[in-house]
Antibody
Framework: QVHLVESGGGGVQPGTSLRLSCAAS????????MHWVRQAPGKGLEWVSV????????YYSDSVKGRFIISRDNSKNTLFLQMNNLRVEDTAVYYC?????????????????WGQGTLVTVSS | QSALTQPASVSGSPGQSITISCTGT?????????VSWYQQHPGKAPKVIIY???DRPSGVSDRFSGSQSGNTASLTISGLQAEDEADYYC??????????FGTGTTVIVL
C-alpha cells in the first residue's frame, strides 16, 4: 500500500527558505517519477514540479522556476522540495504525489497516490 | 501556462448522469493522451479517478468515465450519488514538459 508523508511545513517570513520532505513507502520508489502539487487556501490545485524516477530531469511551473529545487534520495525513499526566496503567494498546502498512469517514471506521468499535505504559510 | 478551463459547478439529481468539460489547447489536452481527473472532498487530499484520458485506477467505480475530443477532455459521472458531491479537477501534460490543472468544478447533488 502506497504511503506518502510530507513534512517540513510551517510559518515563515517572505524572502526566507524552507525545505519540504516526503517520505515514501509501499512501492519501489526508485521506479517512479514524483510530483509536488500545491493548493492555496480556498483555491484550486496548482502543479509545482516533477522529477524523473532517476532524478536526472526536473521541471517546474513558471511561478516557482528559479526559486524552488526538487530532488530525491532513492536510497532513502525520500523526495524533497527546497523553497527559496518565499513569497506570500507561495502560501499553500503542499502535496507530494507518486507518478502514475502511462510513462510513470517520467515527467509525462500523472500524479497518482497523494500524501496528506503539509501547510506552508508565508507572512510578514 | 494558463489553467485548463472547467465549469465552476455542475449539478444533478441522484441517479442522473453529469458531464464535466476540461478545455485546453493544442499544446496540452489536444496533443497528449495523458489527461487525468481528480476528486477532492473538503479537507481531504485529491484522489485520482481517471488516468490517460479514460483509464480507471483499481478500486474506482465504473460510474466514472473519461473521454477526449480535440482540445477538450470530459468526465462523466453516471448514476450520481450523494457521495459524488466534491470538487473535480482535470490535469494535462504540456508541450513545455510541465503539467497544468483545470480550474476545478464543484459537483452538487440536488
Amino acid at each position: 500500500q502506497v504511503h506518502l508523508v510530507e513534512s517540513g511545513g510551517g510559518g515563515v517570513q517572505p524572502g526566507t527558505s524552507l525545505r519540504l520532505s516526503c517520505a515514501a513507502s509501499g512501492f519501489i520508489f526508485s521506479s517512479y517519477a514524483m510530483h509536488w502539487v500545491r493548493q492555496a487556501p480556498g483555491k484550486g490545485l496548482e502543479w509545482v514540479s516533477v522529477i524523473w524516477y532517476d532524478g536526472h530531469a526536473q521541471y517546474y511551473s513558471d511561478s516557482v522556476k528559479g526559486r524552488f529545487i526538487i530532488s530525491r534520495d532513492n536510497s532513502k525513499n525520500t523526495l524533497f522540495l527546497q523553497m527559496n526566496n518565499l513569497r506570500v503567494e507561495d502560501t499553500a498546502v503542499y502535496y507530494c504525489a507518486k507518478g502514475g498512469g502511462a510513462f510513470s517514471g517520467s515527467g509525462m506521468s500523472q500524479p497518482g497516490d497523494w500524501g496528506q499535505g503539509t501547510l506552508v504559510t508565508v507572512s510578514s | 501556462q494558463s489553467a485548463l478551463t472547467q465549469p465552476a459547478s455542475v449539478s444533478g439529481s441522484p441517479g442522473q448522469s453529469i458531464t464535466i468539460s476540461c478545455t485546453g489547447t493544442s499544446s496540452d489536452v489536444g496533443t497528449y493522451d495523458v489527461v487525468s481527473w481528480y476528486q477532492q472532498h473538503p479537507g481531504k487530499a485529491p484522489k485520482v479517478i481517471i488516468y490517460d484520458v479514460r483509464d480507471r485506477p483499481s478500486g474506482v467505480s465504473d460510474r466514472f468515465s473519461g473521454s477526449q475530443s480535440g482540445n477538450t477532455a470530459s468526465l462523466t459521472i453516471s448514476g450520481l450519488q450523494a457521495e459524488d458531491e466534491a470538487d473535480y479537477y482535470c490535469s494535462s501534460y504540456t508541450s513545455r514538459n510541465t503539467r497544468v490543472f483545470g480550474t476545478g468544478t464543484t459537483v452538487i447533488v440536488l
